[in-house]
């Protein structure tokens, strides 16, 4: 649970974009949040929707060109991340910023052994000498659950199962003891038991650790049961955020509301027709000076083409990113 | 419910095995054989939907496409409106074709990206009728109003389409020929949850106005709850329960169901944080080299000795409601019921 204390990562105003031959693609427009120590934060979005760009402009991850991040602030430990040296970068990132990516296969280097990719961070960063790397390297393969650690050192990444590999990206990401970290939907690619399997590892984990994490996912089920607080975004934005609760309890943008109606559960009252966000995601080929959720928007009005909505405050530690007022059922007063 | 329709059996398929040869050494030599599909038994009804579910590498797709003969089976009866397939050859599967159909997972890889979508809705109209130009034009536009595409984009190519309306491509191609089956194989998995919901609804709209019945396969256990009338659960080549909709979900009987149904996450925090998971040990083992006995003992927490020895048969708990597994046989139901609860209150155990 967090603690309230200094925020670990201030996001102000993010914004990146993309210059491809056929014009510029605003993926991500003014996103701003924080993070605070030992707290669970959930992005959810759709494809598109800017969530695995925000967090990869956030430690200079994205090739560039074609990506530009143009203007904002990420504030972490003292630092702008955004000005610092690509070297001060390098050093931050699997030392004190982990990331698990969604694809457990692909993230993996096929040609090393997991051994030696869990030990160069610790090398690297650490600076430890081979027969130390290679102790805690066992130590956290047992952390993440992998039977027989010693002697799984020397495998390589096809030899273990999807589950496997994903928890030895973990044992990666955690190796250094960072004090974030980035999960990229890192579920999306297993199998419900073995997801099922990963999530309690994660909670466990945290209790253990106590790292701030963030967690992207466009599963809300996921979300509701591993987060503390959560962030939605849609077209390149933030249009929602709260404590997890309140935003399943009392969801106030449009977008969050449709959403959450549209997902079927293996519990609990089946609808007998699902309901349905009509249209399609906004292409974000300017900087939307309306609101990007309008043309889906059942509560759209006049206004929403003119404007786009800032965040405002709705409740405690909730904020939305919309006119429409759900509580009166008109606009709000913004 | 399946009891409510028209209760004529449409496909019928009878211990289907769909068994893949391994060749290894310099001789390419047999060395074994993965048992994708197992001796898989099912009927479906006409108008209705049965569900197919299972994790990645159960063989559910390979038996959606066994059914269709997509392949060449190993063995087993596969009936499509009384007539067998099973043992047809390419000259009396052809004029078969047509009543049934797939709806393919990828719609980015199932549509060729140098066709039209005007050419890839008609390219079943060419293969098996023989309608005039205009005839066929008038189908395809017929077609894309049907699935909700827009008349004006016939001549446009699949890459200028989102994931969901290249889908509705997919659904339209499938119904070019009034087919009677569709096989559904993960049709939403590519898609985004807010898109996934319009596809469902354009199946299930499809389903009331044409008369169609559906073999719908998927790992969304969620999205499969809402638009099966049946569903049936596969794991490792076999199909471990059968049963209707509301049965399956709300009392299932397999303890690897009730681990499935339990690992789905809830989108409610006030019922997921306090929802016990049945988190299942280990993963599913090879299909080339299954485990001796029932294929689920390696990871089954209501494990008993019989499990390692005896393959389960089936068992009928309830009317249209089957179940392969030894708890449910009537010898040992009694004795073993019981420790069996025992067992399972303990083995609600955390993580591996």
Redesign the interface.
Known sequence: MPDGGLPVLDVKDLKTVFRTRSGEVHAVNKVSFDLRPGELLGVVG??GSGKSVTMMSLIGLLPSPPAEVRSGQVMFGGEDLLKVKEERLRALRGARIGFVFQDPMTSLNPVFTVGYQIMEPLRKHMGLDKKEARKRARELLELV?I?DAGRRLSDYPHQF?G??RQRVMIAIALACDPEVLIADEPTTAL???????I???MK?LREKLGMAVIWIT????????IADRVMVMYGGQVVEQAP??EL??NPQHPYTR???K??????GE??E??????G??PILSAEPAACPFRARCPQAFDRCARENPARVPVGPGHDAACFWDPETGGPRNV | MFDTRTGRKLVEVHNLKMHFPIHAGFFRRRVGEVKAVDDVSFDIYEGETLGLVG??GCGKSTCGRAVLRLYDITSGSIRISGQEIGDAGFQRLRPMRPTMQMVFQDPQASLNPRMTVARIISEPLDEHTRLTRAEKTDRVYELMDAVGLNRDFANRYPHEF?G?QRQRIGIARALALNPRFIVCDEPIAAL???????V??LL?ELQDRLGLTYLFIS?D???V??IADRVAVMYLGKVVELAPRDAL?ETPKHPYTE???????????????R?K?I??KG??PSPANPPEGCNFCTRCPKVMDICHKVEPSTFKVAPGHSVACHLYSETIQKTAGETAAIEAQESTQ???
């Open positions: 759709e494809s659950g039977p199962s589950g496997m199998d419900v038991t073995i997801q099922a399997q999530l309690e590892l466990e466009h599963d809300l089920g996921v979300i509701a049961g997890v609760r399943f309890g449709a959403l959450l549209t997902v079927p559960s293996v519990s089946r609808a027709k699902l309901a349905v966000i009509e399609q995601p | 994790e990645s989102s969901g985004d949850v807010s898109i996934q919901a319009q469902v609804n299930e790992h256990l969620s999205m709850r809402h979900y681990a499935l149904l339990s690992a789905v996450p809830e989108p409610d925090p006030s019922i997921e944080t929802k998971h988190l299942l993963d599913v955390q993580g591996e």
